[in-house]
């Protein structure tokens, strides 16, 4: 991602009294104010407030402060990086010393940058303070953007000058939200069922949640606050991620002198940062977005990540993965078998899963070893490569570049490249340990037989794989946790590997849902959502990566007919319906499939094709169903002209027939005309559940409504049976 926008106009000073910076864009504004004696502190962040003069800037802070008995004598403050200092008597940005000495931060401002992006008219866009901490010889920069889309990045740059060392245990970012919001907002989950959003009460105090081994199944990708009944479409909410692909710490916290904010940034254990005389530690961009409703939150990101020049541009592929047709059993001929048959169904790209290489042939041995198995391809990855390119898909390739079986070559040649305390190995889990790739030695040798394997057959993807948490993370190298010098070492190697070969994509897959960030996702180009497949699971999973991720971003795979995880065996209009919003995939024996089932599963991928444009482009949008046996979801076109949704019956339902839902982001002034959309050749789920045509009302002939109606009174969804699904297409009239 860009550090910085374009530049039109930069002005640089040093800051020798008050100064407010009033940023607008994409509908947001953020009142920034700056004073000689303390850091800037953000006085509004949220709806766009419209022009506001300095001394209306000024009048309205003078209006927000207050001293009361028991306090300091002057206002306490709330800066993007809080200080006791300030006033602000919770949770400090800045946590560290020197050996115990220069442990309270008191960070006075040096100067000051504002730039204005492209096209805004001079309007700031980016803001860089410089600060300076006398007392334990500190400098700290802090930067804060606001993008196009009304997203706020902020994060911040701790450099010593002093002459000894100085250890680093904790600097936050702080923004501000509205009393208005009393609800916390995150998310919780295990393996197979990530992402679980809620809300609980915002009471005084500090609501933290971290990830501890860098890997975050259950933990949260967002953190923020809402008000009272906010859903996906109405409601104020803020919210923060953490850009980061290792340890993070978040916390909303609401304090008696008025104060609520959210903090975000790495999680940092003693030792792990100390820096040298001249050393700079960088935060992790702090991502904070905000919105009417949980849908226009999200959207600013969207918007933010499709804006980025490495954002793919070309259509993604729909791609089949043999893991659940083979699992370890790799064998030339039935590999071939399925190339041929996922290309006759439309995939775009072939994977090749876990098994190919060393001794690998359950998950006991040979990770680490990444060299091709003479046992299981004598000939080599290339027969199967080149038939693969010979049907015109792409090949992929799964790796598990930081794990290693302690049964493994790697593991018996280097025992000290395991992460590991002096005195035990940490827990195993899948039989697997982590390799220390912050020591050079490990690094380069994972470096180079990678290099190797992707030097000796055409490889087009990654599928880059983290099956295991990181407890006990110490380097055996140094002796001190490495979670923050392993996270960098991870990025490095993956930054190698798309220089050596820059058509190269990757996708981020952590047991599934595991590792899911925008950190990593600035080498990544989508994410492995969830292990889990079963598509009703994939409701709930996929709404909550929503949040952060546009749907292109997003494996979802069309699943075996009985589900891997869960023992549903579920029909194929509810699995190809899922999978057809996201980057589309199959996980699917087809060799096992009946002939009417492929062809059906075609016809859905030529439906997924056709809609691709509107589906990756689109607004995400989410129906706020009254019913919880419901799930309906939808994208809509930027220039609102089309439409699709699809409507998921999870249960039966105390009320039936089911209550009318509203359609979010249409167009309130046009007139749209609504049918069912099924692929050629496919029966309806309708005809399952009406049984009689005359019951199917409107739904197959079509009607033609307003958009206010739409959106205002909504409609009835189909009294489909439980587990099944349909969709709908809207085109403006």
Known sequence: MSTRPSETAANSARLNGPRAVLMRRGGTCLVLHCEADSLPEVLH?????????????????????????????????????????????????????????????DFHPTAIEVVAAEGTDQAPSHVRVEAHDAEADLDLAIEIELTASGLVRTRATLTNRGADGYGVDSLLLALPTPPSETLVLDQSGHHLRERETSTHEFTLGSHE??????????????????????????????????????????????????????????????????????????????????????????????????????????????????????????????????AEVAAEVGAERFVLDDGWFGSRRDDRSGLGDWVVSVDAWPNGLAPLADAVHAHGMEFGLWFEPEMVNPDSDVARAHPEWILSPRTHRPQEERQQQVLDLSNPDAFAHVRDQLLAVLDGVRIDYIKWDFNRDLPEAVSPLTGRPAYHAQTLATYRLMDTLLAAHPELEIESCAGGGGRIDLGILERAVRVWGSDCIDPLERQDIEAGTALLLPPEMVGSHVASTTSHTTGRTLNLTLRASTALFSHMGIEWNLLEASEQERGDLAAWIGLHKRLRPLLHTGRVVHLDAPDASWRAHGVVSADRDEAVFTFVRMSTSAVRPSVAMRLPGLDPSADYHLVELLPDGVPSDLALSLRSPENWGWWREGVTLPGAVLGELGLRAPDLYPERATLLHLRRA
């Open 45 to 105: 962040w949220g709806r766009d407030l419209g022009p506001l003069s300095d001394a209306q800037l000024a009048a309205w802070r003078s209006a927000r402060a207050g001293v009361v008995s028991g306090n300091a004598d002057v206002p306490p403050r709330l800066s993007l990086v809080p200080q006791q200092a300030e006033g602000w008597t919770t949770t400090p940005g800045l946590v560290g010393s020197r050996a115990g000495l220069g442990q309270f931060s």
């Open 209 to 338: 949640r971290t990830t501890r081994t860098a890997r975050a199944h259950a933990g949260s990708s967002i953190h923020g606050t809402c008000e009272p009944g906010t859903n996906w479409n109405r409601g104020l909410v803020h919210y923060v991620h953490v850009a980061w692909s290792g340890n993070t710490r978040t916390l909303a916290e609401r304090v008696v002198t008025g104060f609520q904010a959210i903090l975000g940034g790495e999680l940092l254990l003693p030792g792990e940062v100390v820096l040298n005389t001249g050393d700079s530690y960088v935060t992790p961009w702090l991502i904070a977005t905000w919105g009417e409703g949980l849908d226009e939150a999200a959207g600013r990101i969207h918007d933010y990540l499709r804006a980025r020049p490495g954002h793919p541009t070309s259509p993604r592929p729909v791609t089949f993965n043999a893991w659940e047709a083979v699992y370890f059993d790799h064998t030339l001929e039935p590999l071939l078998a399925l």
